[in-house]
Every structure is written in structure tokens, then in C-alpha cells.
């Protein structure tokens, strides 16, 4: 155990100018924005829970939210098939192939999510190159539709989210006893026994981190979301922006936010849960 | 608590694995990019034995480990474990059991689980898995633990289920790399005899790698000295210790006391040296010398003693300091060259017989104590003539 560096008293103060701005610019507004999802008419004068009945009594609303949330299931499911054999190959590397490993994959995050988004405008659209490349291929005969529609999104997404997935995962497998993989053969296991039994739940903690963070953020990727999907997919963020801008309905674009904000923590939560118990395993 | 010298369980027919499988090392050659790690290294391991392995960091005595395991392939040579070439087998295909110095037990199962990998991997019937890690367990004095998780054991511990683990897998021959090195004093003797034991019960054929030469003597019936990349001696503990090969294999096992000398005459095995502090002595050369050439002598401090007259196979000194350690006295004494000698001797009840300043003599008694190198190896003359 390393000895705690000591430090006076006051150290807590160091947090002070964090806290005072997630305060202000954070809590402050989430407040504000609960409080506001409270009244009953968009003017915000009568308060009342009529803005949570009606959103939950609305079978609309609920297939938004189960669209959105399944949105994120399949891009996390989609994310962890790109991901896992990238992190296997990771921990099989040197340390000079794993460099070369980690800068791949920290290149796309230095790119702006806005840049990337209409780039694969570009990429997905009828005269785009995935479909001119279907083509010449002889693949398909007629340009397939992937902008607006939900497969184009997830693809988008998958290239989008993959470094928040691989991120954790790649760090957890960087951690991993190489002794412990080995004293797995020299018992008699197989790769793929190896792998199963020991690589996979060895990894579960960075596995879950990955998850929690790609799930939230392609539930709530309001930019992807409604470049890629348009305006023919409905998902959690445009529902709320169409509400809260071009119908002016604050209080009911506020009670939506907070169902997605609940909902997505519900889901963190119970990652997180499952990532903790398998964490001990790591650092044992 | 010292459980380790409680009666234990006898053997059951299941654990008397090992039927002595020699392992068989030729010619093998290994690099690491430009740095060769291993240099033709051939090799008996006899079946049954423990050999250990030793020499300092970088030696190669890893890399040798991790071939005979599967883990790396080396460049050039073969290797054979009872006799059959294992070059193409991969390593959970070869039988060999290894125990990491870190255990590497898998850290999110349950020590029965642990020890039920190897079988389990093996497709060993459930039941007989159940009883493998039953008696495994038992082996090691842990089966009390089977539900626990390796973070909830201590230091000997782990390593008696990483035993347990490597054990319940039936290899046909036992790696151990480093096991020791993470234990404290008293722990690590108790696992060394009972690492001992089991080996011997199980007739199983053990390499011990090791950098500890105390522990390789203690433990090896052979021990294999090892130096960048080179066997420098192979022999029995007391051999290795008494009739160094090499001079690294004289320094670094035990310690000695180096004497610049030059030939004096040569009758037969026995060699005459004249010593540069003065006194002539009868020495054994591991290479044939030729007469007046330069040689370092070679003596292990507990061949020495402190006497009080000149005579023959002494040499004028003034003892420097005297250390009680125990059952010894180490004296260090400044010879007539101005070098410095260690000198061990039973510590007596009398007090001491010479106090620091005074001048003395040190006899050399090279019965079996003393080997000679050709000098040269020790190129700066103010350097230590201690290793």
C-alpha cells in the first residue's frame, strides 16, 4: 500500500470550483428542468402531474421510449462484436503493436461527433460510396435506402461509439496477468476454453464500463440521431426537442426528459451493479 | 500458525502421477529481437529429480522455463519430456504443470474451481473431479478453504492451491518459477521442505528456476548454473559449491574470497600457487594452466582461519573487523597485497582470540575449498576481491 500523501485540512476545497460550476451549470438546471416538468400547462402556471400521465397513458410515447432504448441495446450488442476480438488481439499484441493499437483507436475521438455524423451522410446516402461499392460488387442491384432508416443509424453509430467500448475494455485487458492466461493452457484449457473461462469474465468490468458508457451516449446521440434518421425515426432527444421548440410545450419536453434521464440510469445502474461485483475479481 | 508440520493424510493411488518423465533439452537457442537469451543450451533433466535452474536476472533461466512449457518456441534445438519430441505440442497439450511466482491462481474462482480447472480442461468425469480436488486439497492442507476466493488467502496460501491446482492436473513433469520469492523467511523454508516432500512422494520430475543460490542447494539434487545465456555447471549441490567450474559458477554460489596468484608448479591434478600476499598453497585448476601464468584463488571464507604464527599455507594479514553472526564469526582481514578476505569461523566460548588491529595469519585450508581461474576476468585492480 502506497502511504497517503497528508494534507491539511481544508483539502476538500480544492473541489470547490468543480462543484460550484456542475452547481450552476448542472444541478441548478436539472432542478429547474424537474421542477418545470411538473405543471400542467405550457405556460407553467398550474402545477400538477399531468404532463407524466399523459406521457405514460400515450402508447406512442411508449414505443419512443422503448425504440430509443433499443436503439442503444443494438448499438451496445453491435459495439461488443467490433470490440472484443480488437481487445483479444490487444492482449495477444506486444507492446509495440498496442501502441499502434491504442492510437487507432484514439484517432476517431479527436474527429467532432458533427464532423463524423455527416460524413457518413456521405457514406450512407443512394450515390454514396457504401452503396456505389454495393453495387460494383454486384452485391445488390438498386442502391439500398440506409440513410434515414434505422440500420443506417446503427452503422453510424457502431463507428461512433466503438472507441468509448474500447476504451475500458482494451484497459482492462492491458491489465490482465499474462501469467494467469498462461497457467490456463498449461492446465490444459484451449484457446477457446481460455477465453471463455478466464479471458471473458477476467475483462467483465471494462466489458461493463463500455457498455454503460455506449448506451447512454447513442440513447441520447441527438445529433446522429436526427441527421442519420431523420425525421421519419422518432427517438427520446428529437421527440424532446420537437416539444420543447416547435411546439413550445416546455413542461411536456421536460417530463420526457426526465423518463429519459431515469431510464437510461436505471439501465446504468443495473450495469453498473453487475460491474462491480466482477470488478473484485480483477484486483484481487 | 504453522500448520504445515501437522500430520497429514497419506497419498491415495490417484496422486502418484508422475512416473518419472525425464525431460531432454538439445541445442536450444532462443532470442529476443537482437538479445540472445538462450545459447545452445543441451541438457539431461533426469526423471524423478528436481533440478534447479540458476543464475542471476537474465540468465535465461526463464526463457528455458517457458520453452519446456510451450509458451515460446525456441529458434533452434529440441526438446523431448520422456521421450517424446514436444517441439509441435502446444502447451496444453504437453503435460507440464507450472507455478507462476505470482500463482496466477484465476482471481474470480473459487479455490475448488481452481484446483477443478486442470481436470475439468482435461475432461476428467465430474466425480473424479470432485475427488481430485478433494485430495489435492488435502495434499496442501487447504481443503478447510475450498469455497474461498484467492483474494482472501494469504501469501502461502495461494501458493499451496497453486500447488494444489498444478498438482490435481496430473502433469508428468513440475515447473516452478521463482515460487519462493514472494514469501517471507520462516513460510518459505516450510514450503520448500514440503515443495521437497511432494516431489519426492509423487516421483515427480521438477525444475526449480531460481536466482536464490541458498535455495537451489537447499532444495536441487542438480543444479544447473546458468549465465547469460550459457550452462557454466551442472552437478550436485556440493560439487557446484566446492568445485566451481567457472569462476562465475565459484562466485556466484556462496560466497569467496579471490587471491591473485601465479603458477608455481604443476604435479599431476594438483597445482602450486604463489600467492600475491605471500605463501605458496596446492589448489585444483578446472583448466589445464600453464607455469607463471596469472590465476585468481578461489576460497571460500569458512576455509580459512585465523592463527597466530606464519607457516606453511599462511599468509600475513591484520584482522580489520570481526561480525558475530549466529553460530559463526566472519573476520574481514586486510592481507600483506592490501586485499581485503573474508574469514568465517565457529564463533567459540572463549571470547575473542584477536581483536581488530591485530596482525595474524590466515591459514588456507584448500582440501576440497579451492579452485583456480586464469585471471584477466577481473580487469580493474581496485576492484573488490569479494563476490
Known amino acids: 500500500m502506497a502511504a497517503r500523501v497528508t494534507m491539511p485540512e481544508g483539502r476538500f476545497m480544492l473541489a470547490f470550483p468543480m462543484l460550484l460550476f456542475f452547481g450552476a451549470f448542472f444541478v441548478a438546471p436539472l432542478l429547474l428542468l424537474v421542477a418545470v416538468s411538473f405543471f400542467d400547462d405550457p405556460d407553467i402556471t398550474v402545477p400538477g402531474l399531468s404532463q407524466y400521465t399523459g406521457f405514460l397513458s400515450d402508447a406512442f410515447n411508449w414505443r419512443v421510449l422503448g425504440q430509443t432504448l433499443l436503439l442503444g441495446v443494438k448499438v451496445v450488442a453491435c459495439t461488443t462484436l467490433l470490440a472484443y476480438p480488437i481487445a483479444l488481439l490487444f492482449l495477444a499484441a506486444g507492446p509495440r503493436l498496442r501502441r499502434v493499437l491504442l492510437m487507432l483507436i484514439l484517432v476517431p475521438l479527436l474527429t467532432s461527433v458533427v464532423v463524423r455524423t455527416f460524413a457518413w451522410i456521405v457514406l450512407l446516402s443512394r450515390e454514396g460510396v457504401v452503396n456505389s461499392l454495393l453495387l460494383s460488387l454486384g452485391i445488390v442491384g438498386a442502391p439500398v435506402q440506409l440513410l434515414h432508416t434505422e440500420l443506417g443509424l446503427i452503422i453510424a453509430l457502431m463507428q461512433i461509439e466503438l472507441p468509448l467500448m474500447l476504451l475500458p475494455l482494451v484497459s482492462v485487458m492491458a491489465r490482465l496477468d499474462p501469467n494467469v492466461v498462461a497457467a490456463s493452457q498449461a492446465l490444459g484449457a484451449g484457446s477457446w476454453r481460455t477465453l471463455v473461462r478466464v479471458i471473458l469474465p477476467l475483462s467483465l468490468p471494462g466489458y461493463a464500463a463500455g457498455v454503460l458508457l455506449v448506451f447512454a451516449s447513442s440513447t441520447a446521440a441527438f445529433v446522429s440521431q436526427s441527421v442519420i434518421g431523420g425525421g421519419r425515426l422518432i427517438y427520446m432527444p428529437l421527440f424532446v426537442y420537437q416539444q420543447a421548440t416547435t411546439l413550445y410545450n416546455w413542461p411536456f419536453a421536460a417530463a420526457i426528459s426526465v423518463i429519459l434521464v431515469l431510464a437510461i440510469s436505471l439501465v446504468a445502474f443495473g450495469i453498473n451493479h453487475l460491474g462491480r461485483s466482477a470488478r473484485g475479481n480483477i484486483h484481487g | ?387
Open chain 2, 1 to 387: 500458525m504453522n500448520v504445515l508440520h501437522a500430520p497429514r493424510p497419506a497419498l491415495e493411488g490417484a496422486a502418484l502421477s508422475g512416473t518419472g518423465h525425464a525431460v531432454t533439452l538439445t541445442g536450444i537457442t532462443h532470442r529476443y529481437g537482437g538479445f540472445v537469451a538462450v545459447r545452445d543450451v543441451s541438457l539431461e533433466v533426469a526423471g524423478g529429480s528436481l533440478v534447479a535452474f540458476l543464475g542471476p536476472s537474465g540468465c535465461g533461466k526463464s526463457t528455458l522455463l517457458r520453452a519446456i512449457a510451450g509458451f515460446i518456441r525456441p529458434q533452434a534445438g529440441s526438446i523431448a519430456i520422456g521421450g517424446e519430441v514436444v517441439d509441435d505440442v502446444r502447451p496444453n497439450r504437453r503435460g507440464v504443470g507450472i507455478v507462476f511466482q505470482n500463482y496466477a491462481l484465476f482471481p474470480h474462482l473459487s479455490v475448488a474451481e481452481n484446483v477443478a480447472y486442470g481436470p475439468q480442461a482435461q475432461g476428467v468425469p465430474r466425480a473424479q473431479v470432485r475427488a481430485l480436488v478433494e485430495e489435492n486439497l488435502r495434499l496442501v492442507q487447504m481443503a478447510d478453504y475450498a469455497k474461498r476466493l484467492p483474494r482472501e488467502l494469504s501469501g502461502g496460501q495461494q501458493q499451496r492451491v497453486a500447488l494444489a491446482r498444478v498438482l490435481a492436473a496430473r502433469p508428468r513433469i513440475l515447473l516452478l518459477d521463482e515460487p519462493f520469492g514472494a514469501l517471507d523467511k520462516n513460510l518459505r523454508f516450510d514450503m520448500q521442505i514440503e515443495i521437497k516432500r511432494l516431489q519426492r512422494e509423487l516421483n515427480l520430475t521438477t525444475i526449480l528456476v531460481t536466482h536464490d543460490q541458498e535455495e537451489a542447494m537447499s532444495m536441487a539434487e542438480r543444479i544447473v548454473v546458468l549465465n547469460q545465456g550459457r550452462i557454466e555447471q551442472v552437478g550436485a549441490p556440493s560439487d557446484v559449491y566446492d568445485r566451481p567450474a567457472t569462476l562465475f559458477a565459484g562466485t556466484f554460489i556462496g560466497s569467496t574470497n579471490l587471491l591473485p596468484a601465479r603458477i608455481a608448479a604443476i604435479s599431476g591434478a594438483t597445482t602450486r600457487v604463489r600467492l600475491a600476499a605471500g605463501g605458496e598453497v596446492d589448489a585444483v585448476a578446472p583448466a589445464p594452466l600453464g607455469i607463471g601464468g596469472r590465476v585468481l584463488l578461489s576460497v571460500r571464507p569458512e576455509r580459512m582461519r585465523l592463527v597466530d604464527g606464519p607457516g606453511r599455507g599462511r599468509v600475513a594479514a591484520r584482522l580489520d573487523v570481526s561480525m558475530p553472526l549466529g553460530a559463526t564469526v566472519v573476520h574481514e582481514v586486510i592481507l600483506a597485497d592490501g586485499l581485503r578476505a573474508k574469514v568465517s569461523e565457529p564463533r567459540t566460548h572463549d571470547g575473542p582470540a584477536h581483536r581488530p588491529g591485530d596482525p595474524v595469519h590466515v591459514e588456507l585450508r584448500l582440501e576440497s575449498g579451492a579452485a583456480i581461474f586464469p585471471d584477466g576476468l577481473v580487469e580493474d585492480p581496485e576492484q573488490e576481491n569479494q563476490a
